[in-house]
T-cell receptor
């Protein structure tokens, strides 16, 4: 079974500074996606960034970038120029990208425990 | 609406009662997922539907939990004989295609239903 671990229950950063959130995962599969989701107090889960396992290049979305180390099974999120609106719970998630014998895709996400990010003005 | 909607937003019930939680996915999305999020934890997978059928219900904790999607759009999660341990936020997500890879499998989440069992 796949597992996702976030070892930082809480992190804080000053506005305009950079912060890195850590995530490790365990899987025996080679074809998968990794995600970072943001969940503000409204509970709405918002996709921040995704990484396909077969791609060596790290994904980037504006101020958000990842450091994907496939061999080490590590997937960290870097937030640059932090803004007050970045404050939220952040979840790392894994999804197997293959298909079962019936040809259907395993769509379920496996989430880590989350990291609460506080941004100080 | 444009996004996934869930009703009710909050539900308070007494131990032993029956509850139904509703999810309206994004129009045209064939895949629908239910997750449960306990306080301070990450969401945990419960069940997912491809069209009308449950393709994977391995996350349902016991036979008190059941979900349906009779017409391939709206889904209802049903919990019988509720227990205090069922208290959590129940999240629903939908995606456009369950078979293709890439962005077509991106899951869009609703705001969740907070269930409190007294």
């Amino acid at each position: 079974a796949q597992t996702v671990t976030q070892s930082q229950p809480e992190m804080s950063v000053q506005e305009a500074e950079t912060v890195t959130l850590s995530c490790t995962y365990d899987t025996s599969e080679s074809d998968y996606y990794l995600f970072w989701y943001k969940q503000p107090p409204s509970r709405q889960m918002i996709l921040v960034i995704r990484q396909e396992a077969y791609k060596q290049q790290n994904a980037t979305e504006n101020r958000f970038s990842v450091n994907f180390q496939k061999a080490a099974k590590s997937f960290s999120l870097k937030i640059s120029d932090s803004q007050l609106g970045d404050a939220a719970m952040y979840f790392c998630a894994y999804r197997f990208q293959g298909a079962n014998a019936g040809g259907t895709s395993y769509g379920k996400l496996t989430f880590g425990q989350g990291t609460i990010l506080t941004v100080h003005p | 609406g444009a996004g996934v909607s869930q009703t009710p937003s909050n539900k308070v019930t007494e131990k032993g009662k029956y509850v139904e939680l509703r999810c309206d996915p994004i129009s045209g999305h064939t895949a629908l997922y239910w997750y449960r999020q306990s306080l301070g934890q990450g969401p945990e997978f419960l069940i997912y539907f491809q069209g009308t059928g449950a393709a994977d219900d391995s996350g349902l904790p016991n036979d008190r939990f059941f979900a349906v999607r009779p017409e391939g759009s709206v889904s209802t999660l049903k919990i019988q004989r509720t227990e205090r341990g069922d208290s959590a936020v129940y999240l629903c997500a939908s995606s456009l295609l369950w078979l293709a890879g890439g962005p077509y499998n991106e899951q869009f989440f609703g705001p969740g239903t907070r269930l409190t069992v007294l």
